[in-house]
């Protein structure tokens, strides 16, 4: 049995106030591999159609 020194936590939920730093962690890099993936297929597709590229 772990005693409560060396617990990860308390046992008790805090009520959340604010995003945590790995939330808004998470949310950039999603946001910047979307990024990535949209340029490469504009990119892709561009060679396609002859380098006719709308942007």
């Known amino acids: ?12 939920a805090t009520p959340r106030t604010a995003p945590e730093l790995s ?8 946001a910047a591999g979307v990024w990535v993936v949209r340029r490469a297929m504009r990119a892709r597709f561009a060679k ?3 380098g006719q590229a709308k942007d």
């Open 1 to 12: 049995m772990t005693t409560p020194a060396l617990a990860a936590h308390a046992g008790r």
């Open 23 to 30: 939330d808004v962690a998470l949310f950039v890099m999603a």
């Open 48 to 50: 396609t159609r002859g």
